[in-house]
């Protein structure tokens, strides 16, 4: 198709831990990952960040099939609401920060970065427009 990029030959690795193991074996090897968690291992030495793209959708992003939404309404409410109710009382908790810090191996200056930085949707409203970019964009196997 003219105009389209060739796929690259992706590698799924999992983790991190995964992205650790594969990265040790030869050849060109490029991981992405969000960069706060991944700061550590670069701090270490253990990764090597060579570019930073911010992506026009949203980092967390859940899905379902047309069939899981017809077949359980209830349950995929139920869920919905039980994230965007954990996601507001992670916003509203001060010590959420040092929480990251534990979870992620962070230093809490890059937790409190990434806390910052992060708008979480815990009013259900979807934004179509910034949907719609990061779906073209998927289907064209590449961003800018």
Known sequence: MAGRRRRPNLVVVNDLKGAEERL???????FLWEKYTTKHLVDAG??????????PWPS????????????????VQRLLKAIRDQAAG??????????????????????????AG???NTDG????????????????GHAH
């Open 60 to 75: 967390f992003v859940i899905v379902a099939t047309e069939a899981m939404l017809a077949e359980c309404p209830k349950e």
């Open 24 to 30: 040790k074996g030869s050849g060109p090897i490029a």
């Open 46 to 55: 253990t990764f090597r960040r060579v570019d930073e793209h911010c992506s």
């Open 125 to 140: 409203k979807v934004d179509a427009d910034g949907l719609a970019r990061g779906g073209n964009l998927a289907q064209c």
């Open 118 to 120: 992060v708008k979480w």
């Open 90 to 115: 992670l916003m509203e908790k001060k010590t959420a920060p040092e929480t990251i810090v534990q979870r992620y191996k962070m230093k809490l200056e890059d937790a409190q970065a990434w806390f």
